[in-house]
Nanobody, 108 residues
């Protein structure tokens, strides 16, 4: 089970930190991923962190978002300088496990 939190409504330029807590699964057997889906758009992979702690990001968030882990069952997405186009529901994923998502809305 994966549970996301930390979303909210913020103004452009603000920051948010999303959290993903995993329970009941062997967390670190798989890469951990953050996806997002905006209304009317396909779900896209935003950031990932491998079991070797290698990270990668979609071009649109490079330099603004940082994915990290600090505990066997926790993952975070630090999002800085948020833009209106970052508005979406953000999902945590590992293997076949998905969270229910947390809403991020960036609007002035």
């Amino acid at each position: 089970k994966l549970v996301e939190s930390g979303g909210g409504l913020v103004q452009p330029g603000a920051s948010l930190r999303l959290s993903c807590i995993a329970s009941g699964i062997t967390y670190r057997l798989y890469a951990m991923n953050w996806y997002r889906q905006a209304p009317g758009k396909q779900r896209e992979l935003v950031a990932l962190i491998t079991t070797d702690n290698i990270t990668d990001y979609v071009d649109s968030v490079k330099g603004r978002f940082t994915v990290s882990t600090d505990a066997p069952n926790s993952m975070y997405l630090q999002m800085n300088n948020l833009k209106p186009e970052d508005t979406a529901t953000y999902y945590c994923n590992s293997g076949n496990n998905w969270g229910r998502g947390t809403q991020v809305t960036v609007s002035s």
